[in-house]
């Protein structure tokens, strides 16, 4: 089988996740909440042989290809199929023989996979169907947001996701299109946005349908709204003592995961209105990445999807409550 994604700061993830300690170097227990083609999982468990790793994806496709690269570890490996913030919401805590995890690691990024062998339409590069559902049982595909969303709310949507500078103008552009008739393919949806701007800006560094498609693949996977939720369960899933680290490629998604870690950190997190701490003032994690960890040149030469990669890692105290959640808000 030919793996097509390169996983990234893998180095750094093997240094800041590794198992620490005797007990847990012979006996750990890892997820790795979005598996993909199995990357960084396949090198811990390689590693440190006495991990063993439960993986989580949504797409039961890419899952499967991560199954057949992963058998060769047998029982050290298993998987679940599903969202990940779903996962840590009905995680049985209160099961006795339900072990919590000693490493949890989430790599927000795409899989190359996905733009270059799903068929989906993740990317613009080939003439697919518009659709952009990392799970399928989704229920609006990327064709069903741009061929029924309020031009307002669609130029919104993709200027908060992508920072698209001229999102009214291929929001109007979208809507008008689609009174000739359903906008189905990435191509068309590419060629639309294309002649919505300036001239000038269709030659820049990167196509013009760039962050527009980020965006609708964003909103289409509710992927920031997933995130908040989904690191605060995850964190109080997580073995006292053990480490959380999360991969971002986005500043929407940074800006969540390193307010939430700053919050952790934080000896008091009472809102500024409460005249003393309530709070009990003890912090839930030590933050031990105190700025993000990004990828060296060499890295990114070698594998430019990491270009814009950010490592945040926490070891955890104590549970943490509702409190940490200040000024995480879902996007």
């Not at 934080?266 to 994690?285: I, L, R, S, W």
């Amino acid at each position: 089988m030919e793996i097509v994604h390169t996983p990234v700061l893998l180095n750094e993830c093997l240094e800041y996740l590794s198992p620490v300690g005797e007990k847990f170097e012979n006996d750990a227990f890892m997820i790795d909440s979005t598996l993909g083609e199995g990357g960084h999982s396949y090198n811990f468990l390689s590693k440190f042989p006495g991990l063993h790793i439960m993986g989580l994806d949504a797409d039961s496709v890419i899952q499967a290809r991560a199954r057949e690269r992963l058998s060769c570890f047998g029982e050290r490996m298993e998987f679940f199929n599903g969202w990940f913030n779903d996962f840590y919401r009905n995680f049985p805590l209160e099961d006795p023989q339900q072990r919590r995890p000693d490493l949890i690691l989430f790599d927000l990024g795409i899989s190359v996979f996905h733009y270059e062998r799903s068929g989906r339409g993740f990317s613009f590069r080939h003439d697919e169907v518009l659709d952009m559902r990392l799970n399928p049982l989704t229920e609006e595909s990327a064709a069903d947001v741009v061929n029924s969303m309020a031009e307002e709310k669609l130029a919104n949507m993709i200027y908060l996701y992508s920072d698209e500078k001229y999102s009214r103008r291929i929001a109007s552009s979208i809507v008008e299109a689609r009174k000739n008739g359903r906008i189905e393919s990435t191509k068309a949806l590419a060629d639309i946005i294309w002649n919505a701007v300036p001239s000038k800006y269709r030659y820049g560094n990167i196509h013009p349908a760039t962050r527009t498609f980020q965006a609708l693949r964003i909103h289409v996977n509710s992927e920031l709204k997933r995130l908040p939720e989904a690191i605060h369960d995850a964190f109080n899933v997580l073995a006292p003592g053990g480490k959380l680290g999360v991969i971002t490629f986005h500043s929407l998604e940074d800006k969540i995961v390193k307010n939430y870690f700053r919050n952790l950190g934080k000896q008091c997190v009472c809102p500024p209105e409460v005249p003393a701490c309530v709070c009990g003032g003890v912090p839930c994690a030590e933050v031990l990445t105190r700025k993000p960890v990004e990828p060296t040149a060499q890295e990114i030469k070698e594998n430019s999807p990491s270009r814009s990669a950010k490592l945040r890692v926490v070891r955890k105290l104590r549970d943490a409550d509702e409190k940490r959640l200040y000024g995480v808000e879902a996007l």
